[in-house]
């Protein structure tokens, strides 16, 4: 696109030069100036060509890109309703996985006594991640030079989490947080993903396609 326009320039240069010559001068240069203003009017409509066609692909791209981010939204949608260990599937950005509070109480109480325990422990906090006043991130610079957020464990309510639960809860707590600035940090709250269990990662379209495939598969077989 560049070198189009610079051919475009350097014969309207050319044009702007003959402008200033008399009527006398050789009809050899008049020839080639009605050479070169056709040939500016060729490269004209050349120009044209491309800028509708640039225009036209930015329009198609938009349209795949809409239609990319509906068919993963029906995806999430159906693959939501499942209740599997597939390592294919939905994971809930901002979710507090209460496991580890679970885990943690087991370790003090007993029976119904350790799940009620884990329910206190862990609904506070949750809560917690809902407030909008609470940002407990500090800014650096990384290795490209662009600003980053990182948790600053200096925060005081994370302290005191980390010293009264231990740092599996912490590590749970500070999970959630991050999922929840990196998808949703003016709402907070919870932002389903299409994700990729096994690997930790967001999974593509075509993994979740696939998925389904492989759950139809299954239970064409036990049908059988």
């Known amino acids: ?25 050789d ?27 640039n225009q036209a692909l930015i329009v198609q791209e938009h349209k795949i890109n809409d239609e990319l981010q509906e068919a993963l939204k029906e995806l999430i949608n159906y693959l939501g309703k499942w209740n599997t260990r597939a390592f294919i599937g939905v994971k809930r950005m901002g979710d507090l996985d209460s496991k580890p509070f679970h885990e943690t109480t ?8 350790a799940e009620q ?33 990182i948790i600053d464990e200096d925060d005081e309510n994370l302290r005191i989490l980390k010293s009264k639960h231990g740092d599996e809860v ?8 991050k999922e929840m600035n990196e998808y949703n940090p003016s709402g907070s709250y919870i932002v389903p993903e299409l994700w990729n269990f096994k690997e930790k990662r967001k999974a593509t379209l075509s993994e979740g396609v696939m998925q389904i495939l492989r759950h139809w598969k299954q239970c064409k077989k036990k049908k059988t």
């Open 117 to 149: 325990k884990a329910l206190e422990s862990c609904s506070p906090w949750k809560d917690q991640l809902r407030d909008l006043s609470w940002h407990p991130f500090q800014v650096i610079i990384d290795e490209e030079g662009k600003n980053e957020e």
């Open 1 to 25: 696109m560049l070198n189009k326009h610079s051919s475009w320039r350097s014969m309207k240069n050319a044009l702007q030069v003959t402008k200033h010559m008399g009527e006398d001068e």
């Open 27 to 53: 009809l050899d240069i008049r020839a080639k100036m009605d050479t070169v203003r056709q040939e500016l009017k060729e490269k004209e409509e050349e120009l044209r060509g491309l800028e509708e066609l």
């Open 106 to 113: 087991m370790r003090k109480f007993l029976g119904r006594e």
């Open 170 to 177: 912490f590590n749970a707590v500070t999970t959630a947080l």
